[in-house]
């Protein structure tokens, strides 16, 4: 914990880099798009075989490789100070995330990936 700021909400659990987090589930924001927007996501699902773990994966690597950008959200000094703590732009293969942080993370992203899908 040396260097790090005061532990987010969810730092009680096992804390891992973005890629080796998995969520067998797609996060509950998603309900709360368009019925449309839902209806790509879980289609492209099903028609390409691909899981939420799958999803988050590529989600993570577009981060990594730069394709995807850190949601602005999680660097706002003024705005779920918790996410910001765990959130590091720089640092995407290496910083340790809790999965409370992470699946949080994994919505924006979410919108980037339907946004890049056909």
Request: with cysteine; net charge positive.
């Amino acid at each position: 914990w040396a260097g790090w700021p005061a532990p987010c909400a969810g730092a009680n659990a096992t804390l891992r880099t973005l890629a080796s987090h998995e969520f067998g589930f797609l996060p509950p924001e998603i309900m709360f798009w368009s019925a449309a927007e839902r209806r790509i996501v879980m289609d492209y699902m099903v028609a390409h075989s691909v899981t939420a773990t799958d999803i988050w994966k590529i989600c993570v690597q577009n981060l990594s490789d730069g394709r995807f950008k850190m949601p602005e959200t999680f660097q706002d000094q003024n705005y779920r100070p918790f996410l910001r703590q765990c959130a590091s732009k720089e640092q995407v293969d290496t910083h340790l995330w809790c999965r409370l942080c992470a699946l949080k993370l994994f919505q924006p992203l979410i919108y980037q990936w339907r946004a890049s899908v056909p």
